[in-house]
């Protein structure tokens, strides 16, 4: 439909200005950069709407199949940077604003990042959304309103503090609130069956009001929506109470009403058990259902044609309620026999598994559900009844079991396709907690390998190296991520590898610009730089980056004249408020910097940043400049990872095990180009039942006792010197992520990557090798692989 490159600079200006002067009511001399950053979205935002209304107007035309993507976390980031990426109008905003004399680089700095989700599942949601807008799938996106996002992550002192995040404390441009599209969402009550049919007479109720934000695809060629949901009271303000002084009172259903879309769970594993929590759970996915059906049913009126027209994908068990939900409207609402109406849920939905941590499998007591779902629970009952009447069923598989009931179990059962998100993930899944489901329903789990948008994590977040890829192999890269594998033919040409080298070092000049500004630190932007950014988990071993580190500074004050590789250790990362052990790790880290950033033996041959509140905009500042990409969890853990795609894409290399998507990043970029350490999955799973697997390790390594040691004495805590007493005893008792056992085989890994850097041509062969090798994680490419194999639909470029 509409590329925007013929867009002129004029009419943009004249869009921008006539919104600053008329949206905003500002005279441009007392225009902030706020306005600015408001007129210009508001500009932009009116370029995605013509291929927004054609992208609806199409699907209808066509009566295409719709994918409901069901999620409770969608970590989308900045807006504005990167819709101006996708409509390639970058360059001419940016010469309207310098005509104005307002800095572009202000303007998207100012835009606070919408952080709707945790990590890993909420990003891959919001990379999804981009790539079905970008592939031409019909497509929306339901997720819940958040009024405050994930906490932002302060230090005091090295320990971590929250703070509450508030990106809706200024009015939101990308959004178009739907006051007419409302649902009601009921709770609790009682069930009374009369003449065969069950009426759910609930206690309470709230409205889900949509708000609906436009995705935009590549070249703007389609966009889909993401519709959230805000929870609003069903009562009317309480006049009566207000007029007799009671103001609190006349307030208070609006706000218990809110509590429901006001801050999202921080906990990136199961925090089990709360009440609110199932709410949360159910409002998004009953006003989704809700939605669905109402849509459907203006074009069709056979509800058996539902799984033809629907695909809903559930983004791990959070949604799960998706299946007795629909039921529920199918058989109570509309009045469609049981049999049929488990029929065409299941024929709609799928699952996708995130986890095989054990503490991280959703359940709910069948008292809580009860309570708070009593129809829910008549029904999952009645669904696991039917599922241990299915020959072969073992009684260890129903749903509910001691009164729990299983969240993962239910997603399964009622799903037509379950997908793991590696091709080791997938296949653990299959081995261990799905080995039973897996037997049951044999052809059901499949793996769909994740991926990250090259628009956001290459266009956009690493423009120097995004010229040097056009310069050599043509722009065709940007929607066909495999095209990079052409840059192999140009890996002898000394002048490409310089190339990709200077763009990597404009990158790392212009992070140590930022670190110099924001964190008061100079950093050498020759010194490799080594970063690990992702949610502080036991699991992904920050602990054994900072293990290493120490033993490094050790070596190096032991002999500060050898020939060392300068390093800049770079951390990022929050940890869940109540993870006690993972802010010790945060705390330790912060500790190690300080000693050794003030130790002038070591000076910049060791430098160790953490800046607080990593997030998006952080990640897209931070992995470009990235030399060394840190991908160290213990193996069998990490489903997959993506950060690691992202480093791979933007030339850095990894050092990793073989552990969730490394496995397939090492396979494409070739396992010389990749630096592997650590035991396999099997192997450390076998290790783990070894009684002293950690004293055993320790024993055997001087560095790590030298570290331990160190730790202990409280040579990074001289005034608390039992500071991390608790960490140490930890490791070498229980070490339940087999830090010790992998520590020598870290050690020797990263001397191999200091001598591989020391010959910058042959680095930045290894990183040309690794950029060819990455296109295979684009999320065009897992997207076309969901529309063939799960929700079987067609694009409707
Ligand atoms: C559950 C119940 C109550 C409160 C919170 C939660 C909750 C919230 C978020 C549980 C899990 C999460 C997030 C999990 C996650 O991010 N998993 C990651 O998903 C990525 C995308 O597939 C993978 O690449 C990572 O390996 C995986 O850890």
């Not at 002084?245 to 429901?260: H, K, N, V």
């Amino acid at each position: 439909m509409h590329i925007m490159n013929d867009l002129s600079a004029e009419s943009l200006r004249l869009s921008i200005t006539q919104h600053l002067t008329y949206t905003l009511g500002k005279d441009k001399p007392h225009a902030s950069t706020y306005d600015w950053r408001m007129a210009v979205s508001y500009a932009v935002r009116d370029l995605i709407i013509e291929p927004w209304f054609a992208a609806t107007r199409k699907t209808y035309a066509e009566q295409g199949k719709r994918v409901y993507y069901l999620s409770m976390e969608f970590l989308i980031g900045r807006l504005l940077a990167d819709a101006m990426v996708n409509l390639n109008i970058l360059d001419t905003v940016q010469e309207v604003l310098d005509g104005e004399g307002i800095s572009l680089a202000e303007v998207i700095e100012d835009e606070p990042d919408a952080a709707l989700g945790n990590g890993g599942l909420g990003r891959l949601a919001a990379c999804f959304l981009e790539s079905m807008s970008t592939l031409a799938c019909p497509a929306y996106g339901y997720g819940i309103r958040y009024e405050h996002g994930l906490f932002r992550q302060k230090f005091e002192g090295g320990r971590q503090v929250e703070l509450p995040e508030d990106w809706l404390n200024q009015p939101h441009p990308w959004e178009f609130e739907r006051p007419e599209a409302r649902y009601t969402i009921p709770f609790k009550g009682h069930v009374e069956t009369a003449e065969g049919a069950s009426v759910w007479h609930p206690a309470e109720t709230v409205y889900a009001r949509a708000y609906d934000i436009p995705v935009v695809g590549w070249q703007a060629k389609w966009a889909n929506t993401l519709r959230l949901w805000g929870a609003h009271s069903t009562e009317l303000f309480d006049l009566e109470r207000f007029n007799a002084g009671d103001y609190a009172a006349a307030a208070a259903p609006e706000e218990l009403a809110r509590t429901l879309s006001r801050v999202l769970y921080p906990e990136d594993t199961t925090e089990s058990g709360k009440e609110l929590r199932l709410k949360q759970e159910f409002f998004l996915t009953s006003a989704a259902l809700q939605d669905i059906l109402r849509r459907f049913l203006t074009e069709y009126d056979d509800l058996e044609l539902l799984p033809q027209k629907v695909a809903i994908q559930m983004n791990d068990t959070h949604p799960a309620l998706a299946g007795p939900e629909l039921i529920r409207l199918l058989v109570d609402v509309h009045r469609v026999e049981w049999a049929n109406a488990k029929q065409i849920a299941h024929g709609c939905l799928n699952y996708t598994n995130h986890t095989l941590l054990p503490e991280a499998l959703e359940t709910w007591s069948t008292w809580l559900m009860g309570r708070v779902l009593p129809r829910h629970m008549q029904i999952i009952e009645q669904i696991d009844h039917e599922h241990l009447k299915t020959t072969g069923t073992p009684p260890t598989l129903a749903i509910v079991k001691d009164d729990q009931v299983h969240m993962g179990t239910l997603a399964f059962v009622m799903a037509s396709h379950v997908n793991g998100v590696s091709a080791l993930h997938t296949q653990l899944m299959k081995q261990t907690v799905f080995a039973d489901l897996n037997r049951l329903y044999p052809n059901r789990i499949l793996n769909q390998t994740n991926g990250v948008t090259p628009r956001r994590w290459l266009r956009l977040s690493n423009p120097s190296l995004s010229r040097v890829l056009t310069d050599t192999i043509g722009a065709s890269w940007e929607n066909d991520l495999d095209r990079l594998a052409d840059l192999g033919a140009h890996e002898s040409d000394r002048a490409v590898r310089d190339a990709i080298g200077a763009a990597k070092r404009d990158n790392k000049v212009a992070l140590s610009n930022w670190a110099a500004d924001q964190l008061g630190i100079s950093l050498d932007p020759d010194a490799m730089f080594d970063v690990q950014v992702k949610r502080m988990h036991e699991y992904k071993r920050q602990l054994l980056n900072v293990f290493e580190t120490i033993a490094r500074w050790d070596a190096i004050r032991a002999n500060p004249n050898a020939n060392w590789t300068p390093r800049v250790k770079i951390f990022g990362g929050k940890a869940a408020p109540g993870y006690v052990v993972a802010k010790e790790i945060i705390h330790l880290i912060n500790d190690v910097a300080n000693t050794i950033n003030n130790d002038p033996v070591t000076g910049d041959l060791l430098k160790v940043v953490y800046p607080a509140n990593y997030n998006v905009s952080m990640a897209q500042r931070l992995i470009p400049a990235a030399d060394l990409s840190e991908q160290i969890s213990i193996a069998g853990k990490e489903a997959s990872g993506t950060g690691n795609m992202k480093f791979t894409m933007n030339g850095a290399l990894t050092i990793g095990t073989l552990d969730g998507a490394n496995v397939e990043i090492r396979e494409h970029v070739g396992a010389e180009n990749f630096f592997l350490f650590g035991m396999t999955a099997a192997e450390a799973q076998e290790r783990s039942q070894m009684a002293d697997h950690a004293r055993t390790a320790i024993l055997a390594s001087q560095p790590l006792q030298d570290v331990l040691q160190m730790i202990v004495e409280g040579r990074f805590s001289p005034n608390d010197t039992g500071r991390y007493n608790g960490l140490v005893d930890l490791t070498w008792n229980h070490d339940p992520f087999l830090v010790a056992s992998d520590f020598d085989s870290y050690l020797a890994s990263q001397s191999a990557v200091d001598s591989a850097y020391s010959n910058t041509d042959h680095w930045n062969t290894l990183a040309l090798r690794n950029i060819a090798g990455s296109g295979f994680f684009s999320s065009d490419r897992t997207i076309r692989s969901y529309m063939a194999e799960i929700w079987h639909t067609q694009s409707l470029a």
